[in-house]
């Protein structure tokens, strides 16, 4: 079993709709969780993380941290079509643990 | 502007040949790593270096080697062992202080194919 687990899409989503990308872990040892978005053919660039359970919310994106689930979520309100690309969670233990990835296509 | 440079973007080797990425930063990182891309597989740690002359094997290092003579440079050879070299090879970079007190940073990659 992989250590973070995410759904691998591809997402197809109209613009202007709510987003949700999901992750689930399996180290409880895991205390902080990033998200990294991928446009094509580039690196990953830092989104967002987060430490605690709850809610972070920067802009349209809101992250969400469910400990005693083992699941975190990425909500992106408002879709734009430059939204479209991969995104990828992780999760820092010896070194970072990187999801495989989901791709998400928001269409004008 | 501070970054991470990687050279070539795009790359092919022939069968039972070594290849070297290049990667380059300029943002006084200590710690340097690499990592391969394939579809639907996310990134896969293959080495890293938190200080110079010194690097450490990833999950999957068999068939490439490294080199950090220099803290701004971190090459990674694929070598004729590595049977399944295609994919993508991103290299990233931290400053100081534990891994998940600081974002990574990537730079564009590199995409090695086989002729």
């Known amino acids: 079993q992989k250590e973070v687990e995410q759904d691998p899409g591809p997402l197809s989503v109209p613009e202007g709709a709510i987003v949700s990308l999901n992750c689930t872990y399996s180290?409880?040892?895991?205390?902080?969780f990033m998200w990294y978005r991928q446009y094509s053919r580039k690196g990953p660039e830092l989104l967002m993380y987060?430490?605690?359970?709850g809610n972070k919310e920067d802009g349209r994106f809101t992250a969400q941290v469910d400990k005693s689930s083992k699941y975190i979520s990425l909500f992106i309100r408002d879709s734009q079509p430059s939204d479209s690309a991969t995104y990828l969670c992780?999760?820092?233990?010896?070194?970072?643990?990187f999801g495989s990835g989901t791709q998400l296509t928001v269409l004008p | 502007d501070g970054g991470i440079t990687q050279s070539p973007k795009y790359l092919f080797r022939k069968e039972g040949q070594n290849v070297t990425l290049s990667c380059e930063q300029n943002?006084?990182?200590?710690?340097m790593y690499w990592y391969r891309q394939d579809p639907g597989q996310g990134l896969r740690l293959i080495y890293y270096?938190?200080?110079?002359?010194?690097?450490q094997k990833g999950d999957i290092a068999e068939g490439y080697s490294v080199s950090r003579e220099k803290k701004e440079s971190f090459p990674l050879t694929v070598t004729s062992a590595q049977k399944n070299p295609t994919a993508f090879y991103l290299c990233?970079?931290?400053?100081?202080?534990?891994?998940?007190?600081?974002?990574?940073?990537f730079g564009d990659g590199t995409r090695l194919s086989i002729l």
């Open positions: 992780a999760s820092p233990a010896r070194q970072l643990t």
């Open positions: 180290n409880s040892a895991f205390q902080y």
């Open positions: 987060t430490y605690s359970s």
């Open positions: 943002l006084n990182h200590d710690a």
């Open positions: 270096s938190q200080i110079v002359n010194d690097f």
């Open positions: 990233a970079s931290i400053g100081g202080g534990a891994v998940y007190d600081q974002p990574q940073h």
